[in-house]
C-alpha cells in the first residue's frame, strides 16, 4: 500500500515508517510543520494529490502530543489535535478518496480509572477534564463522524503510554534515564522524581508502531467501510519506581530517590493499565520486546548523547 503519514517526522513517526517500509509498504511522509500545517486544509490536498499518486491508506500522527502542554495552552491543542483531524477528512474528501485512515488517540480520554475498573476496555466510560485528554475525545469523534457520514474506514487507536529510544526527554522515561546517567557520573546524588509508586501500562514504541500497522492492514481488507475504536496496551503496569529501579541497577549505582515537589501531580490516578483483547482478536498483535530492554535502549541513548 501507498501509505500516507502526518506526524512522520516526530518520535513515533520515524519508527512507524520503518515498521511500514520493512513489511513492504510505500511511506509518504507528510512534510514537517515548517511547510505543512496540520490544519491547512488546502496544503494537505495538495500533498494528498501529489506526484506520489493517490494513498491506498493514512496514518494520521500529527498534533499535540504531551498533554502538559495542553494545559498550557488549551486552545492550541484543540486547533491541532481536533482541527488538525477534521482538515485531513476534509481534505480527503476534497481529493476524491476515502482511503482507510489510522487516527493515533490516546488512552488519556479514560481519565483517572476507578481501580476496580481496570484493566480499561474500549467500553470503559470515557471521564477525563484535562485539555489534552478533551481535545484526544473530539479527535476520536471528528473521524467517527467521517465514518458514518462521508464512509470512511477508520480506525482510533487509544494508545497507552510507550517510550523507546529517540523519544524527547520531557516524557518521563528518557527524563529519568538522564537523571540515572547523571548520578553514575557523579554529577547528582540521587534521582529527582515526583509520583514514584503511581503504575503505568507502558510499552515499547516498536510494537506499538507494529500495532499501527496491523490494524491498519486489517482495517484495508475489510468489505465494507466503519468506525473502530481500538485500544493498544501491554497489559502490565510497572511503577515509576520500578523503572527507577531497573535503570539504576543496569547503570550500577545504587537507587537513591528523591521526591522532588515540583514533579509531583496531586491528581496522577494510582493505576492506569489496558486490555489489548480486541486489538489481539483483530491481529494477533502481543507485546514482543520486554521493558528490560527497552529502558536498556533508552538508558544507552541518554549516555550516547549527554
Not at 169 to 193: D, M, N, T, Y
Amino acid at each position: 500500500m501507498r501509505v500516507y503519514v502526518t506526524g512522520a517526522i516526530g518520535f513515533v513517526g520515524g519508527w512507524l515508517q520503518a515498521e511500514f517500509r520493512r513489511h513492504g509498504h510505500v511511506v509518504v511522509p507528510a512534510p514537517g510543520p515548517d511547510e505543512l500545517e496540520i490544519t491547512d486544509r488546502a496544503g494537505l490536498a495538495r500533498w494528498l494529490a501529489g506526484p506520489d499518486g493517490p494513498p491506498d491508506a493514512v496514518v494520521h500522527l500529527a498534533g499535540m502530543a504531551f498533554a502538559p502542554d495542553a494545559r498550557t495552552d488549551p486552545a492550541e491543542a484543540f486547533r491541532v489535535n481536533v482541527g488538525g483531524t477534521a482538515a485531513l477528512f476534509e481534505a480527503l474528501r476534497a481529493v476524491g478518496v476515502r482511503p482507510p485512515v489510522l487516527v493515533v488517540g490516546s488512552s488519556e480520554v479514560y481519565g483517572s480509572p476507578d481501580p476496580k475498573d481496570l484493566p480499561l476496555t474500549e467500553d470503559s466510560p470515557i471521564a477525563s477534564i484535562h485539555p489534552y485528554a478533551l481535545s484526544k475525545i473530539g479527535e476520536e469523534a471528528v473521524a467517527i463522524e467521517a465514518s458514518t457520514r462521508h464512509g470512511f474506514p477508520v480506525v482510533v487507536t487509544r494508545s497507552f503510554n510507550h517510550t523507546g529510544p529517540g523519544q524527547r526527554p520531557v516524557f518521563v522515561v528518557p527524563a529519568l534515564a538522564r537523571r540515572v546517567i547523571s548520578v553514575q557520573r557523579g554529577e547528582v546524588g540521587c534521582v529527582h522524581a515526583g509520583n514514584v509508586d503511581v503504575r503505568r501500562d507502558l510499552t515499547d514504541v516498536r510494537d506499538v508502531v507494529r500495532a499501527y500497522r496491523l490494524l491498519l492492514e486489517w482495517l484495508a481488507g475489510l468489505s465494507a467501510p466503519s468506525a473502530h475504536v481500538v485500544n493498544v496496551a501491554s497489559g502490565e503496569a510497572v511503577s515509576i519506581r520500578a523503572i527507577i529501579e531497573e535503570m539504576c541497577g543496569l547503570a550500577g549505582v545504587a537507587t537513591k530517590i528523591e521526591i522532588d515537589d515540583v514533579l509531583v501531580r496531586v491528581d496522577d490516578p494510582a493505576e492506569i493499565r489496558g486490555d489489548a483483547s480486541l486489538l489481539t482478536q483483530l491481529t494477533g498483535w502481543r507485546p514482543e520486546i520486554p521493558l528490560h530492554q527497552t529502558l536498556a535502549e533508552v538508558l544507552a541513548e541518554a549516555a550516547a548523547t549527554r
